[in-house]
Structure formats: C-alpha cells, structure tokens
C-alpha cells in the first residue's frame, strides 16, 4: 500500500501562493542555483497525482502550458465541473478522501497530493495525510493562500528528514 505525501512548497510564514495566487516567488537565494533540489528524486516515487482543480488550471495555462509536467502518471482533478476524463487525467467530482483512500490501494509508490490548500486542508483535517514534505522557501509573504486550515485537533508528527539547497530547506515529517 502507498503512502499519501503531501508534497508543497510555501512561504517562511505558511503561505502556498500570494493574494493573487501567484506562485512567481517559489525560488531559492541564489547560492546554488544549478542543484535542483529534492524535486526529481520525489517525483521518482510517484504512482498517482491527486490536486485541485485550481492548481490544474495554473498548471495547463500558465506553468507549463505546452507539455504535461507529470509524463503518464494517473492525475486525478478534484473538480466540481463536468469535465471529460482524457489519457492518465481524471477529473474526480466524488469524496475526496475515498480517492485517497482508492489510490493508496492500488499503488506501491507514493500519491501525490500535489495542491491545493483546499485539498490540502480537507486531508489534513480528515487525517489522511500519512508524511508532509514541506519545502520552506526563503521568503515572508506577510498575506497570501495559507497551507495550514484550521484543524479541530492537534496534529502530532514525526520529523525524519531534512534536506537544504539554495536557500531552500525541505522539512519531511510522518504522522506519529
């Protein structure tokens, strides 16, 4: 069975996106810009993609527009709209953590949950987040799109790893 892995980056001060949603300011400090971090090696483990249909949209139209980042991974959606499944994209309109619980099933290898802060927050809340990978960008955004939802309980986790390159500092923790 896979583990869901909430994979992000944010903010020094808890912030996925800007006001606007932007995401412009995701980099490091300048002093290794040629290592490309814990990115690939994640993405390596991989089976499935679940994110959000905001996400999705910032994705196809404005990161990476002209190819498909995640090669022919299974990507699910979670959308409201009446979308059209395409090849290794499925766009989900059911319970999220159903889903979740589905692709932890089927796959080996880690599901992705790749953004947003409402999917995020509605998996934090229902505990099914099994490891949190956070990559602190050195940057304070002061407002913005908040990771963190307000939780009805307390959250206790495991630090097993940390990493840090160009200025950026990877923060890996598992439910405990």
């Not at 290592?35 to 139209?61: C, K, N, R």
Request: glycine share 10%; hydrophobic share 40%; with cysteine.
């Amino acid at each position: 069975m896979g583990k869901s892995v909430l994979y992000l980056t944010m903010s020094v001060d808890g912030y996925l996106a800007d006001e606007q949603g932007g995401v412009d300011w995701l980099v490091g400090d300048g002093s290794e810009p040629d290592t490309p971090g814990s990115y690939p090696a994640f993405l390596e483990t991989v089976d499935a993609i679940v994110m959000g249909w905001t996400t999705y949209h910032q994705l196809v139209t404005e990161l990476s527009p002209d190819s498909w980042p995640y090669g022919d991974r299974p990507c699910y959606v979670v959308t409201h709209r009446q979308e059209a499944d395409q090849e290794n994209m499925f766009f989900w309109n059911g319970e999220l953590t159903v889903l979740v619980d589905k692709l932890k099933a089927e796959h080996e290898g880690n599901v992705w949950i790749c953004g947003g802060a409402s999917v995020a927050g509605q998996l934090l809340k229902e505990g099914r987040i099994d490891q949190l990978w956070l990559s602190i960008i050195p940057t304070v955004l002061g407002k913005g799109v908040r990771l963190f939802p307000e939780l009805l309980q307390e959250l206790p986790l495991k630090l097993v790893s940390t990493e840090h390159w160009n200025g950026i500092v990877d923060l890996v923790y598992e439910k405990r």
